[in-house]
């Protein structure tokens, strides 16, 4: 099984929508989360922390569930810059050894 | 301000080549890992290094070395190259550890025909 697993997509959706990506890990002993995005060739860049307690940004909404090891991301009212990859990111272990899902990539269309 | 800095960013190099890949973190970090990026898959750990002493190494084979400069500076090298080592070579720079803040360099992406 993958450290940590997301749905590869491609998640066509029109500008407007809501848009939700979902992420499981297996170590339960990670410690902390994150959501990078990534342009097409370019290098992923944080978009958002990851707290128990579920965190906004904008039209970002993160929440983690450690109970069930499962990460989300939602995006509300999708705009067409919002078209990238989405990486789920667990921080593990003293080295802080960032792991990374394969990504979920998103295409916001007119 | 100066991002992190990767060299080169492009390199094209032949099987049994040896390549060795540059990174300047950012001003007053002190921890560089190093993160390989295949096509349609995420980043996979490489190494980390902190301090000038490596913490963490990934599930690579012993072709892959790198090592800290006393500025913090970092470099990749890696023997023997296959085909299958192509591949977008991502640095990261973080303030210290744990690493909750990484930011990723434009990367040097490396062809191996």
């Known amino acids: 099984r993958k450290e940590v697993e997301q749905d590869p997509g491609p998640f066509n959706v029109p500008e407007g929508a809501t848009v939700a990506f979902n992420c499981t890990y297996s170590?339960?002993?990670?410690?902390?989360f994150f959501w990078y995005r990534q342009d097409c060739r370019k290098e992923p860049k944080l978009l958002m922390s990851?707290?128990?307690s579920g965190n906004e940004d904008g039209r970002f909404t993160a929440q983690l569930n450690r109970a069930s090891q499962y990460i989300s991301l939602l995006i509300r009212d999708s705009k067409l810059s919002d078209s990238a990859t989405y990486l789920c990111v667990d921080l593990t272990g003293t080295a802080s050894k960032l792991t990374f899902g394969t990504g979920t990539r998103l295409q916001v269309t007119l | 301000d100066a991002g992190v800095t990767q060299s080169p960013t492009h390199l094209i190099k032949t099987r049994g080549q040896h390549v060795t890949l540059r990174c300047s973190p950012i001003?007053?970090?002190?921890?560089v890992s190093w993160y390989q990026q295949v096509l349609g898959q995420g980043p996979q750990f490489i190494f980390q290094y902190y301090e000038k002493e490596e913490r963490g190494r990934g599930n690579f084979p012993d072709r892959f070395s790198a090592r800290q400069f006393p500025n913090y500076s970092s470099e990749l090298n890696v023997n023997a190259l296959l085909l299958g080592d192509s591949a977008l070579y991502l640095c990261?720079?973080?303030?210290?550890?744990?690493?909750?803040?990484?930011?990723f360099g434009q990367g040097t992406r490396l062809t191996v025909v």
């Open positions: 990851v707290y128990s």
């Open positions: 001003s007053g970090h002190k921890s």
């Open positions: 990261a720079s973080s303030p210290g550890l744990p690493n909750t803040e990484a930011f």
């Open positions: 170590n339960s002993a990670s410690q902390s």
